[in-house]
């Protein structure tokens, strides 16, 4: 049997994960980053997939030394990272990359339904 560790009322909305990808350049100092990229994932899994997968694009870039740890976590440290997520924690991977510093990180959310609205305009919506 399969437990949730998050605790939520039960129509509340419906559980996910949402995922980032931002880019640093420590030319400026890292702050504000670039490159932001997201993607919304239905379990702890999906989201370290879409992980592993933009790791591996850009692993051939990454300073020798994130390369081998990026290396030690794609053979081993994903275990790590679907169990933190599914305890409701967020999880992020980071590297570097000559001056710019990349991160992709996960973390629980819950995905409120749109609001039905029974006075007004029709909700373009695909679903009634």
Do not use: I
Not at 27 to 49: F, H, I, M, S, Y
Not at 78 to 95: D, K, N, S
Not at 107 to 116: E, G, I, K, T, Y
């Amino acid at each position: 049997m399969r437990r949730s560790l998050m605790h939520r009322p039960a129509s509340a909305g419906r559980p996910g994960w949402w995922c980032e990808f931002t880019a640093y350049s420590t030319a400026d100092g890292g702050n504000g980053g670039t490159g932001l990229r997201t993607k919304v994932a239905d379990t702890p899994e999906q989201a370290l997939v879409w992980m592993r997968l933009a790791v591996r694009v850009l692993l051939s870039a990454f300073d020798a030394e994130d390369t081998e740890r990026a290396f030690r976590w794609l053979d081993h440290g994903q275990w790590e990272a679907v169990m933190r997520l599914r305890a409701g924690e967020t999880y992020a991977f980071v590297a570097s990359a000559g001056d710019t510093r990349v991160e992709w990180s996960a973390r629980p959310v819950l995905f409120l339904s749109l609001a039905r609205a029974d006075h007004g305009p029709q909700c373009p919506c695909p679903r009634p």
